[in-house]
């Protein structure tokens, strides 16, 4: 049930693109991405709820394909800043609405 | 403005003993609440979610308890702590779309 996140990690150079993928074997409702640094909580980045929809702010934006039961996290033109943990978080049709489950977690760096 | 207050930030404590971790939300009715763990350089895993006062519903049989006595108020207990329940324990909270976390408790059992 958990969805399944790839890479497991990345090491990017400044400037340099990112795609991290989550996939479900079971129907979305929604899709959640988050970002960790080390020693902190989670932050919240965007959810996506639709099939087909898009979403992005400054160079990080995530689409949703409910057909194929999977979110992409794109990161353009990468900054040091983004260096950290990326999860995604989806919520099953089945589960009620209410809960979400995490995927493992892509570990991402970026040197300069 | 929203808020969410989790404490104490961090905690080592034997094993055997109790615990209480604490989590409120401000400026917000009625949201659904959660408690989360997280092993040392692993996902997020979901221990408890809340939809209303008294309302918990489990997801992982273990010796951990949760309860919500007041709508802004989300509680994790132990009545014995194992050294498998070390981790860093989040609670979080939604209205609608995605969550907001605490800070967190970075829990060591010894």
């Known amino acids: 049930q958990q969805p399944v996140q790839s890479p497991q990690a990345v090491i990017l150079r400044e400037g340099e693109d990112a795609v991290i993928n989550c996939s479900s074997s079971?129907?979305?409702?929604?899709v959640h991405w988050y970002r960790q640094k080390h020693g902190e909580a989670p932050v919240f980045l965007m959810i996506?709820?639709?099939?087909?929809e898009q979403k992005g702010h400054d160079k990080i934006s995530a689409s949703f394909n409910e057909k194929k039961q999977q979110s992409s996290l794109y990161l353009t033109a990468s900054q040091l800043s983004y260096s950290g943990t990326y999860f995604c978080?989806?919520?099953?049709?089945?589960?009620?609405?209410?809960?979400?489950?995490f995927g493992a977690g892509t570990r991402l760096f970026v040197k300069a | 403005s929203q808020t969410i207050h989790q404490w104490p930030a961090t905690l080592v404590q034997p094993v055997g003993s109790p615990l209480s971790l604490e989590c409120t939300v401000e400026?917000?009715?009625?949201?659904?609440l959660y408690w989360y763990r997280q092993a040392a350089g692993r996902g997020l895993q979901l221990l408890f979610y809340?939809?209303?006062?008294?309302?918990i519903s489990s997801e992982v049989p273990q010796n951990l308890s949760a309860s919500r006595p007041q709508d802004r108020q989300f509680i994790l207990s132990s009545k014995k702590l194992l050294l498998s329940d070390s981790g860093f324990y989040l609670c979080?909270?939604?209205?609608?779309?995605?969550?907001?976390f605490g800070s967190g408790t970075r829990l060591t059992v010894v």
């Open positions: 979080a909270w939604s209205v609608q779309g995605g969550y907001t």
């Open positions: 079971k129907a979305l409702y929604s």
């Open positions: 996506l709820l639709k099939g087909g």
């Open positions: 978080g989806t919520i099953n049709r089945s589960s009620g609405g209410f809960k979400t489950i």
């Open positions: 400026g917000t009715s009625n949201p659904n």
């Open positions: 809340s939809v209303g006062i008294g309302q």
